[in-house]
């Protein structure tokens, strides 16, 4: 019988046997057409292995009101304005399935691992039906949180590790992460600036740490930035530290943008 | 029931997933699953081995693949638009199973109950890899499920299978006939291809995962007598301490 037990966490046979997951962003060079093969974390999508792309995949990944939207916009409109065409996208925007997980989550029946297939589904079919079909067009698709909010989710929650990336592994390995690093004390007031009240998800309350929501939300929010903490090098993802005004954030993501781009030319 | 490893994450020993979550009694439910190709009469053959279960007086709840009402509204639509790619098509059904692992299943056995399913991962794994999924990726979704105690494979020739479906349904329905996969223009070529191929796909997991073929080209009573043989052996001496109590003051009460 194979295990879960924790010592045997990060000893993925499968890591051994095909490309590890990601410890850079990939560099692959344009091939005198521009055509690149897709690059995916895991077994990926069999019967898309011979698809070529041309675009770039940039994800800004970040909790909720670490201001993901608001960089998100301010770099599409920078990469526009230098003539890249550009497609953004985020979670939980599937034509297919959204609906389904929004009706999901006021069920306080639906259980840990299936509200998680349900993301996986609607991730798969954005994948499929606009990320993909952009990169081969040649677009910059920049999306607004991917996967790693997913397995950070997952594994706060107490899934296993290894099932959650065995599960994403039919998903791109994006050309650039961001990660917006805020702590949780000061996030806490952007959402309180935002909306005054905090999400129920996005505070844990569905995992019982504590009945005060208030302090839900900072155990909650600190256990998943240790979560992206320990998924850094194995994925490659660049912090940024979002604690500073916008336009020094700003600033810091359009010139590790612009300088890759440049690069992939 | 031997049962050989393969590749990717095997499912759960049955005592090992019911354990993992709280501690609840191990030796406690049945699993009891049925697979096959439409038409190999296997909803029959579980229908009747229920009755008898529920004759016993013992606590019973059966499954249905995709039967979960949430999902079940999303797959169907995205099968009407033909929206569905091996992929989703895959992780949709791995979500509606999910929901009826966590909801009904996991929960039922640990109460004691006999789980019957008609359908269970055996039919994820066979239709998607004829997909076009990778096997070890589909295996693996699944690996948190329980494996049950006993899996009965309805092996019945596929043109057997494929005319009694085509006797009582005009028209098939694009993905049940395989269309997405490109086998055929024709629609009752394409679901005889497509069939075919899930049958492969089975015959190898009557080795790989231990599923206990039943010759389905028989009488219907023929088969349910083997089936209701083999399950007894799934009695023991707890299984005394399973009857359902309201069931027997319904009959007091008559």
Request: net charge neutral.
């Amino acid at each position: 019988m194979t295990d879960d037990s924790p010592a045997f966490e990060d000893d993925d046979q499968e890591a051994v046997e095909r490309p590890a997951l990601a410890t850079h962003p990939p560099r692959v060079r344009s091939n005198g057409t521009g055509n690149r093969k897709l690059r995916f974390y895991g077994h990926g999508m069999p019967y898309l292995k011979d698809l070529k792309v041309k675009g770039h995949l940039i994800v800004i990944e970040g909790p909720d009101a670490s201001g993901r939207s608001t960089h998100t916009q301010r770099i599409q409109a920078k990469l526009e304005a230098d003539g890249h065409a550009v497609l953004g996208t985020g979670l939980k925007r599937s034509e297919l399935i959204s609906e389904g997980i929004i009706t999901a989550k006021s069920n306080l029946g639906v259980g840990k691992r299936t509200l998680s297939l349900f993301y996986a589904a609607d991730f798969a079919d954005q994948l499929e039906n606009k990320i993909i079909p952009a990169l081969e067009a040649g677009y910059v698709v920049l999306a607004d949180r991917y996967i790693y909010t997913l397995i950070a989710r997952n594994n706060v929650r107490g899934i296993e590790r290894r099932w959650s990336r065995n599960l994403f592994g039919f998903t791109l390995v994006p050309d650039l992460i961001f990660y917006l690093d805020v702590n949780p004390e000061e996030l806490v007031h952007r959402v309180f600036q935002k909306n005054s009240s905090l999400d129920y998800y996005e505070s844990g309350m569905d995992i019982g740490i504590s009945d005060d929501m208030y302090k839900s939300f900072l155990i909650y929010q600190r256990r998943m930035a240790k979560e992206f903490e320990k998924m850094k090098t194995d994925f490659g993802l660049q912090f940024i530290d979002g604690n500073r005004p916008i336009e020094q954030v700003d600033a810091d993501l359009q010139g590790r943008i612009d300088a890759f781009l440049d690069r992939a030319r | 029931m031997s049962q050989k490893k393969v590749k990717g994450r095997a499912l759960l020993p049955r005592v090992e997933a019911r354990k993992g979550t709280q501690g609840a009694d191990a030796r406690a439910g049945r699993l009891i699953a049925v697979e096959g190709v439409d038409g190999s009469g296997k909803s029959t053959q579980l229908h009747l081995l229920e009755q008898w279960l529920r004759h016993q007086n013992l606590k019973v709840f059966k499954t249905e693949w995709n039967s979960s009402e949430t999902v079940k509204e999303i797959t169907s639509r995205g099968k009407k638009k033909g929206l569905l790619t091996p992929t989703t098509f895959s992780l949709l059904h791995a979500t509606d199973f999910a929901d009826r692992y966590e909801r009904n299943i996991l929960p039922l056995l640990e109460a004691g109950y006999f789980v019957l399913a008609d359908r269970y991962v055996f039919t994820a794994f066979a239709r998607d890899i004829v997909r076009g999924c990778d096997p070890s990726w589909v295996r693996k979704i699944y690996s948190y499920a329980a494996r049950p105690d006993l899996t009965f494979y309805f092996r019945v020739p596929v043109d057997v299978a494929v005319s009694r479906i085509l006797a009582g349904r005009p028209k098939l329905k694009y993905y049940e006939a395989g269309m997405d996969m490109n086998l055929s223009n024709d629609p009752y070529e394409s679901y005889r291809i497509f069939q075919g191929r899930i049958v492969e796909q089975y015959e190898a997991m009557v080795e790989t995962e231990g599923l206990v073929a039943i010759d389905a080209n028989r009488g219907i009573e023929e088969q349910q007598f083997e089936v209701r043989e083999k399950a007894k052996r799934l009695f023991g001496p707890e299984t005394l301490n399973m009857a359902a109590p309201t069931a027997m003051k319904d009959n007091d009460r008559r």
